[in-house]
Nanobody, 118 residues
């Protein structure tokens, strides 16, 4: 079955950077719209950034100018470069792959923890 595996999370201080990666397997990666979502303790999961199959990007206002989403279709990889991290960025970050044809295909990774604290 389709697998999405995130990596790159960790604990950093405010102002530092992290790069998250998501490796896709058993998926026709280039067809899918991809995204990063996050869920902080006690909060609902929220969209962080998305990138369409055509490469169009969209960001939540809270991360615009600090985070950059990108994809490498040949390697079936999704990335999230996170700069100028803030404590409010602390959450579990999830990779998502979505495709709608005659039916909807929606896959999630297991998540990777990002903690920003001084």
């Amino acid at each position: 079955q389709v697998q999405l595996v995130e990596s790159g999370g960790g604990s950093v201080q405010p102002g530092e950077s992290l790069r998250l990666s998501c490796a896709g397997s058993r998926i026709i990666f280039y067809l899918y719209h991809m995204g990063w979502y996050r869920q902080a303790p006690g909060k609902q999961r929220e969209m962080v950034a998305t990138i369409t199959s055509a490469g169009k990007t969209n960001y939540d206002d809270s991360v615009k100018g600090r985070f950059t989403i990108s994809r490498d279709n040949a390697q079936r990889m999704l990335y999230l470069q996170m700069d100028s991290l803030k404590p409010e960025d602390t959450a579990v970050y999830y990779c998502n792959a979505e495709l709608t044809t005659t039916q909807k295909y929606d896959y999630w990774g297991q998540g990777t923890q990002v903690t920003v604290s001084s």
